[in-house]
């Protein structure tokens, strides 16, 4: 699997061939730094200094491999993979070498760090349902009254939880079109777009 790089990461990632090698393996130890304890504007600053550049280039440098380490991180993509992605970008040889080595020695660590970060959502893990019919009560002999009781099972963080909910047929008929609308819409070229840049 290769990585899609848009034109802005390959902007920021067009600064570090006119860098040294040693540099380049600073920025990754920053990178990771960054993915740690968040932007810290200080050593933008006084890289900048040393390169004589704007600390704007540094921080948009950091970030473009930032992004490049946590996306191919987060894919676990292989050694091959991540070769054909950077040399798309048209680095020299040694460059290429030296990011392959980047994702090599921090991806476990970089897996690690991004896992602290993900939200601990509730996820699903099974289903009841009941329909419910009321056909009579002592004030009205005749009528129907149905409803749909769920009770959805869900897990988070090895604890169990139970939820249930009530509702009638019409609001859950007009829930069930919602959701297949999302779907549908999730199929589009601008959904795919979005949810690829999400990612």
């Known amino acids: 699997m290769l990585l899609e790089l848009s034109e802005e990461h390959k902007e920021h990632l067009a600064f570090l061939p006119g860098v040294d090698s040693a540099v380049v393996a600073e920025f990754g130890r920053i990178a990771v730094e960054f993915l740690r304890r968040g932007s810290n504007p200080k ?3 006084g890289a900048a200094r040393k390169l004589s550049v704007s600390s704007d ?3 948009h440098g950091v970030e473009g491999l930032t992004y490049l380490l946590t996306e191919s991180s987060k894919l676990m993509i292989s050694e091959l ?3 054909d992605s950077v040399f798309v970008l048209g680095f020299s040889e040694e460059l290429n070498k030296i990011l392959l080595q980047l994702y090599l020695d921090n991806r476990k660590e970089i897996r690690t760090i991004l896992s602290e970060l993900a939200p601990d959502v509730p996820s ?3 289903l009841e349902w009941r ?3 009321q056909l009579a009560s002592r004030s009205l002999r005749q009528q129907i009254k149905p409803a749909v009781v769920i009770k959805l099972h869900l897990h988070q ?3 169990n939880t139970t939820q249930v909910l009530q509702t009638d047929p019409a609001t859950l008929l007009h829930l069930v079109q919602q959701l297949e609308q999302a779907l549908e819409e999730m199929k589009t070229n601008h959904c795919r777009r979005v949810v690829r840049n999400i990612k």
Do not use: C, S
């Open 157 to 159: 963080g090895g604890d």
């Open 124 to 126: 699903y893990h099974n």
């Open 57 to 59: 280039t540094v921080q």
């Open 81 to 83: 993979d991540f070769q």
């Open 131 to 133: 329909l419910d019919v």
């Open 43 to 45: 050593i933008y600053e």
